[in-house]
């Protein structure tokens, strides 16, 4: 190789090898320091970053963030850095060209913009894009999508691009809708999922569908959830079973929790029936690196005089507490009152098996007996008690047990647990004691129809969540293929034949028309960025994310549009007083 043609590489690529070449090398300036007349100057693009040094004779100006191109030669550097990866050498600039100028004042250091208010960095996100950190996140997500691409086709499914304009239907979460211009007075709604339509590609024939789905709901935004739109490995297999789905996801989870991760993944995965997840966890999305298990113990308290208990539904957990205060229970108390329970009510157990301390005079001998035959606890560990209203008793006993995990350090954060929660009720009682379908609308019952009518509410689905260290990650069932089935289905939960007929057109003609047994799941894939990367937001995970409340600093939207366009698409907006 003739050393004296200059070559263009990347920022990342030069070793001690490539000493006394010369080298073109473009990209941002990261930082800049004097040292007498020479200045050194880090340069930085999506590859590495590599030292700089223009000479004392060199007359240039250069701020941080500019964007310049280098000319000069390899040489070793005197004080090496192993912390760059070209840390052994640098370049002697024998020519800067400035590409862009950095010209206004940064609004934050690129390398410390995690710790910047969220809106000012999605303000400025191809700044925040800039940090090493989510170079890698890009990076991360694009070799995953390729690498979830690819073991599909390996697997035989037919990748398909479903609509994104589609029609309201109520699946479930609110609708994004789209005023038709065309059509007055009618809308078009964004897809919350592909449902129907991976549904309807298996009326088509196609036997294995898939895609990295855009799916869009407006919901309140959480950490781990969108506020507006993410997208989901969608999968749909013809003549197949809830086995058949388990078993391709299983193997891409454990490849991908192998590669991206380095762990080592055992299959198969673990399982649990909702209900004993429930029972045992208070959730049915259950972290089972946490090792505290709940119980149900009003039976135990029946007759108690405890005023906080009469009545209520009673969930305990128990675990060694041993070096806390009184004030972690006072800090454990409120947390758990500021989450809107009812207050946090426990005993201690002394080395000598007597209960001291908390609610521990209301608690009888007999009923000590019990919740010693009951929890099993051991001398010095702590038993907690909470009391509500059923499902209010579930909900702040998860909370309860996710906040001692954290607190005394029982979850291992490095750690990947996979469990399948499977047989998921048919239906559930909504807020007026109404019924509703309690997971998905498609989904097939595992008893006949005739039992279903019989008792709505024991009646089990073949519906499936995939959770891993506490996220629901995947979320499934075999599907309804009946037409007939899915009227009376939908009758029990209160929409006549009418609203199938006029809600969900396409499935049910096409269902008509023969249908095959077909099952599929969404994955979420923002959420498996999550857990690979340790984000706790899954915003942090998106190139360009909203805000937590639906909006976009960077593009300001949403905003309002000239009354031309609402005319054209037939809106009138009303002032709400």
């Not at 004296?4 to 070449?21: F, H, Q």
């Amino acid at each position: 190789m003739n050393k004296n043609i200059y070559r263009t590489v990347d920022c990342g690529s030069l070793r001690m090898s490539d000493c006394e070449t010369k080298q073109v090398l473009s990209g941002f300036v990261d930082t800049i320091r004097k040292l007498g007349g020479i200045t050194f100057v880090v340069l930085r693009d999506f590859y590495g970053k590599t030292q700089i040094v223009l000479p004392e004779e060199m007359d240039i100006s250069l701020n941080k963030e500019d964007v310049i191109c280098v000319h000069g030669t390899v040489r070793e550097r005197s004080s090496k850095n192993p912390a760059m990866p070209t840390g052994d050498i640098e370049i002697l600039a024998e020519k800067v060209e400035i590409l862009g100028k950095c010209e206004k004042l940064l609004p934050f250091e690129i390398k410390n913009s995690q710790s910047v208010n969220e809106d000012l960095r999605l303000k400025y996100r191809y700044l925040d894009l800039r940090a090493d950190y989510n170079k890698e996140m890009l990076k991360l997500r694009s070799d995953l999508m390729m690498y979830v691409r690819s073991f599909m086709h390996e697997k035989g499914f037919l990748e398909v691009q479903t609509p994104i304009l589609t029609a309201s239907s109520p699946e479930g979460a609110r609708d994004f809708l789209v005023p038709s211009r065309l059509n007055p007075g009618k809308f078009y709604a964004l897809p919350q999922a592909p449902q129907q339509f991976k549904q309807l590609l298996m009326t088509s024939g196609v036997d294995k569908y898939f895609q990295i789905a855009p799916c869009f709901r407006d919901e309140d935004a959480r950490a781990d959830r969108s506020p507006t739109e993410f997208y989901q490995i969608d999968m749909e297999m013809a003549f197949a079973t809830q086995e058949d789905v388990f078993a391709v996801f299983e193997e891409l989870y454990s490849k991908i929790f192998e590669k991206f991760a380095g762990a080592k993944v055992t299959t198969p995965f673990k399982r649990l029936t909702y209900e004993d997840a429930i029972n045992k966890y208070a959730s049915d999305k259950p972290d089972l690196r946490n090792p505290l298990t709940v119980a149900d113990v009003t039976e135990i308290f029946k007759d108690t005089e405890f005023n906080a208990f009469k009545g209520n539904i009673i969930k305990a957990l128990h675990v060694d507490c041993k070096g806390n205060g009184r004030k972690f229970y006072d800090s454990l108390t409120e947390f758990l009152k500021s989450r809107e329970a009812k207050g946090l009510a426990y005993v201690h157990v002394d080395e000598n098996g007597e209960y001291q301390t908390g609610i521990s005079k209301f608690i009888t001998e007999e009923q000590k007996t019990e919740l010693q035959k009951l929890l099993n606890y051991k001398p010095g560990e702590t038993i907690f008690f909470i009391a509500d209203q059923k499902q209010k008793a579930i909900k702040f006993a998860d909370v309860l047990r996710q906040e001692l995990g954290k607190r005394l350090n029982l979850i291992d954060e490095n750690a990947y647990n996979f469990v399948w929660i499977v047989d998921f009720p048919f239906y559930e009682l909504d807020d007026d004691g109404n019924i509703e379908f309690s997971h998905n609308p498609f989904s097939l019952p595992q008893v006949s129809i005739e039992e279903v009518k019989k008792n709505p509410l024991g009646a089990k689905a073949y519906q499936y969540d995939l959770v891993i260290n506490g996220y629901e990650s995947l979320s499934g069932a075999v599907r309804n293929h009946r037409p007939d089935y899915m009227v009376e289905l939908f009758k029990l939960a209160g929409y006549d034949k009418s609203v199938v007929e006029n809600k969900f057109p396409a499935l049910y003609n096409a269902f008509s028309y023969g249908a095959p047994p077909h099952c599929g799941a969404g994955a979420g894939f923002d959420r498996l960025m999550m857990l690979l990367t340790h984000n706790e937001y899954i915003r942090d995970v998106i190139a360009f994310p909203m805000n937590k409340n639906g909006c976009d600093p960077l593009t300001n939207a949403p905003n309002t549009v000239d009354e031309k366009l609402l005319r054209d698409v037939h809106i009138k907006l009303i002032d709400e007083e």
